[in-house]
């Protein structure tokens, strides 16, 4: 079916986020939105979605206007969305969350749980999401396939547009290729597919049209073929990036960060690394192959089973200097009901005082800074709610507050995810300045190009081992790829 | 400001404040009451009636709320608070008279007590009991618990004074308290009959308690066997007594008497009579006998 | 919070969720067997009635609790719902028959708890307050409809209470019968998934299109209903209803849901663990009574075995 | 919950958290107002000096809950420990030095308070039980120290109750004292930043390097701490320790809080907005004592109202 948004506004409270937003999309056609932190795109899904009343503005399917009263009404006449927040319910089984208020019932009206069973079986086949078994409860899945199951949810009863908010912020390897299939198959069925992501590279790849929104507005429509990243870099962040990374010069010198036999049972075994001032160190691997337990257990946050160079707790960790940015911010970066201000002074809380009191002057004075040289925006929001700033800018927050700790060694967990290219240049930037000041910095990601351009040296973890390391300078995506997932030579 | 008003009234216009501690028992909603309705019959009396809901503070507050309102005279309902000295220390400050009312503090100063004598009670049930059981037995006893201390040991003591001394009666106390209401003296019935099956008789510390054990003996199939006797003559009791059943005695403590003598002590301490300082209401003994003169269709417990 | 859940995942298999576990059923066997050791009384038939018996009302009041407890929420207002539709149903049966009377009780319960998820549902309060003010308002609500207990004449009153079906009392049975058609409520009927579902993430049962006022309402009106229904029976059982009782009635029925492993953040817990939670607390009244513990002394140790007990959960949990 | 956090944040204005809202404010004057001009009595000296003693207790425990709240928890025990302070510093009297006395009595609330953090920070139970459990137990232990309650001869016990400090009872400027030492606690001091952090997001706040047991444990203390004081004032007030004392006191306490737009899930509430919230609940008692409503329609009237404040409360907290 074909979608026509005219004139689209929205506000949340007194501020208005959305400005006029008109779109068109066809059946059987791949539409990227693209756009940078905060620009609308999630606002503007959640219009479609039927979760948010627009405040003025019309949408038309096959021409005739409609109004979405509620999810539920979206729902009906087949839109359906993956938010860009994970929205299972975690203590209810994967069968649960995929079929919310649609089980299948006996006569009798009781619920039919072995055909519910079978129904959420076949949906995740159809999928292309075998491997998960629909009795788990969701809430233990790694994200990966959570943000999985999200998707099979969307595809339960007829689609006729799916909309995908940042599906591939998660996914890595034959994950994201399962998902692109999918893409594929629904765009050969006649679906319309709204595709949100950062990843300029899947777009191009992907898309059969793409629309850039900026500040709430599009200010352009465009197709792959007639566009570059560069270019569409350039729409997003109003301004040319001539380079997305700087040129690394390594310089290391002293081992900050040395781990021999590190293990944990279950998670990750026999790990040895060293990192060394100066040197920004990728650690890559697929979905699930530990990295971020062994950036916890190096962090004191678990305890490992054996081996030597992690730290017994993140306190001790921290007064030796590490700094851990954890990748799931809303979860354990950030405490989201708490000022701008607090968030970012909350690792060095002890350090402004005069008597037993903070000195809430050098306090202000001191994140002020970090605000400003981190170019978080808005530019005065040190006494909002960190909930509020958009997503990259609460990732520079989580940033800030561990960079006023002052780090010898920082590591980064999947610090890009959900962030646009413009920041993400931004924070490239800011970690190579930091390297080049002497920090030493293990970067885990899951993105390839980032691994590659953003480091000096890359580890590739497997299982829970160390599979391999490669330099940055000298390696391919290929190479590190054959690593990930057990095929080296 | 009220000295102009009680002169224009033409001699005896007054208000009386009522501090009960709590009013959620039948036997202390039926003294304010029966306060109320006695000052209703005297006339020309206002009664503020104030409910502390069983919290010590929160009376010594209304106390005060009372005295801020200019009350002439104030009646304490202490019901189970053991004392309250500075309460009393703030009336006796303001020199208004205090009259107690059921409840006889331990220590501070008061006017005038009115009330009954809970061992009396006791003792009266325990020789009740010895008479009805020649060949002795065991005798159950029931206690109400924590809120009501010193009255529910007065009241156990007296039966304890009197069947410790009579030679084949054993006495067995439930571990467990009946809380003063009918549900707890079910339970805890229920539970002394499962290790005491052979109970002759059992005494609780006030008829609600009695009640309930009275289903239990009664669910038990052991009403035959076990004898009832309680204290307070709370309706249900006396309609109990009369109606044969093995509820067999009370102990009368009268909320109605106590309450309007309790008003026309304060009355006569305003109208500068001279008072007895501390009275004991007699509580006879209510049998089958003499309980349907006890009954009060008006009475309001 | 969800990270901790995220850690600790309740067990969930064939869609249901599995709380009562092996140590669980471990401890309430132990408690029994020590009880049948060491004490003569136990096992007698007077014994096991009165554990039968004492077992009505908060096993009602925790099934009522544990839907609420699933949402998320809590009802403080049981203890005065149960006052209030005891004492009116004495009152009513003076002019209407006795299963209406007892029936109109039953719905009190029924309107209370209604309003309560109202409250909590449309206009967004906080369970724990609303219900806390619900319990002074129902509890003074009682005592205005009538200061003094009520004793209805009717023998046949006391029926509901204490008539017995071989064994096992008639109210014992209406209880299991409420644990049993709850638990196939909870798990096997849409509503009773909404109702979980809702305490583990209401954001998406609400994008789901499933009503969460409503299903929060029903969760309330069904924990209401219970709480009259127990009321009634009591009422029946003592055969005199007094506007004074139930205080104190729901912290025994939310530490039997807590007990048997429910989540006071929502999204987990079973009817057939928190009966396990019931017996627990029943057994442990027993218990201490029959051993003549004093009665100080018996809150003493029930507070600190309630402590041991959910330690033993927890550990169970974690390993699990 | 992430959801609800966006759509209602708090509003925090120069990096305090800003709960005492304008509306709250009216609401206060509101209340003040309608005293003044429909009672004679409420002004009077006599009835301000009630007022100011009659916020002493929930005063305390209000505070101390705030802290315990913020963490995402809930201390259910503090009724129990007023009882138990109060009766050990009557009963030490006999041997001890009043002020000695009075001070072991404190530190019994101190020592209580540290053992639910214990149980809750470092063994992870759910507070809701853990005070639940041992407001039994502590109860009991009042109860076992002293059946009956304790009146000490020497008038000096009855000092801290009620000296005046001029209108002004010393009572209350403890109180106050503790409102203000302890709102500068909370906004100004590591410690309390910390607390109030782990009731947004604890493991935020351990990966941060800050100790979440530690500040639990301290966060349970306090709260043990104003109990315990609470206690002591009280007995020395009324002039007698009884054991039975302080039942459903945490529920007045966690309703100023709430009343305060304190969040029970954590993180948000503030001292300045649980004191009004305390100024709310005494001025609805004292109100309707002064309009001479009877005692059980004050209860009907009080959930009412406190159902009322909480919707102001709210609509407010949306629009802002
Ligand atoms: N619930 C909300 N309340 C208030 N403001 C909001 C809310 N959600 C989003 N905003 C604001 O609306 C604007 C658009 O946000 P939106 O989430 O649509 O951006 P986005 O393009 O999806 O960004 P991102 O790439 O970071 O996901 C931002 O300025 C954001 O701060
Ligand atoms: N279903 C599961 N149940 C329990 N533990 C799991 C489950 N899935 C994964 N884990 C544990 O989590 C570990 C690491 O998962 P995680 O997804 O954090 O790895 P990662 O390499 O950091 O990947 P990414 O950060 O890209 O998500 C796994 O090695 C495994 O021990
Ligand atoms: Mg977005
Ligand atoms: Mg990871």
Known sequence: MSLELRGVRQSYGDVEVLHGVDLTGRPGEVLAVVGAN????????????????MTSGELRIDG????????????????????????????????????????????????DWPEAHRQARRLLDDAGFGGIDPRTPAGRLPVARQQMVEIAKALAGEVRVLVLDEPSAVLAGADLDALFALIRRLRERGVLVIYVSHRLAEVLELADSIVVIKDGQIIATTEPAKTSETELIGLMAGRLLEQIYPARREAPSETRLHLTGLSRDGEFQDVSLEVRSGEIVGLFGLVGSGRSELARCVFGAEPPSKGTGGYRSPAAAIAAGLALVTEDRKRSGLVLGMTVLDNIALATLGATRRG????????????????????????????IPVAALSGGNQQKAVLAKWLLAGPRVLILDEPTRGVDMATRVDIYRMVDDLARAGLAVLLISSDLTEVLGATDRVLVMRQGRIAGELRSDSTTEDEILAYAIGQAA | SSEPETAAGGGGKHTIGVANFMLSGPYFSGMDKAIAAQAQKKGNIDILSTDAGGDAAKLASNVEDLLSKNVDAIIISGGPLESAPAVLNSIKAAGKPVVLVDRKFATGEYTSWIGPDNEAIGRQNGEFLAEKLPDGGKVGIIKGGPADNSIGLARTNGVKSVLSTKPGITLVEAPD??????????????????TNADLKAVFCENDAMCLGAQRAIADAGKSEQIIIAGVDGQAEALQAILDGTNYLVTGLNDADIIGAMGLDRAVDILSGAQVEKDTVVPSPRVTKENAAQFQNPDGSF | MTGQLLRKPALVVRGRDVTVTAAFVALILALVAVAAFTSDTFLTPVNLTNLLKQ????????????????????DLSVGSVVAFSGILAAGLVAGLPIPVAMLVGLLAGVAFGAVNGVLVARFGLAPFVVTLASLTTIRGLAFVYSEVPIAPDDPAFFTLGSAMAGPVPVATLIMLAVFAVGGVFLTRTPAGRAITAIGGNAETVRLAGISVPRHLTLAYTISGACAGLAGVILASRVGIAQPSVGVAFELDAIAACVIGGASLAGGRGSARATFGGVLVLVLINNLLNLYGVQSFWQQVLKGLIIIAVILVQRTNRVRG
């Open chain 1, 38 to 53: 905060g620009a609308g795109k999630s606002t503007l899904i959640r219009v479609l979605a039927g979760a948010h009343r």
């Open chain 1, 64 to 111: 005739e206007p409609v109004e979405l009263r509620s999810p539920h009404d979206a729902h009906a006449r087949g839109i359906r969305t993956v938010y860009q927040e994970l929205s299972l319910v975690p203590e209810l089984s994967v069968t649960e969350n995929l079929l919310l208020g649609a089980y299948p019932r006996r006569r009798g009206g009781l619920i």
């Open chain 1, 356 to 383: 037993p009191l903070l000195d809430m002057t050098a306090r202000r004075k001191r994140v002020g800074e970090m605000i400003e040289r981190l170019s978080i925006q808005p530019a005065r929001c040190a006494t």
């Open chain 2, 177 to 194: 308290f009946g809380n003063w209401g009918s549900d707890g003296g079910l339970t805890v019935m229920e539970s002394l009959l499962a």
């Open chain 3, 55 to 74: 077992m009505v009302t908060t096993g009602l009041l925790a099934f009522g609790m544990l839907v609420v407890i699933l949402t998320g929420g809590i």
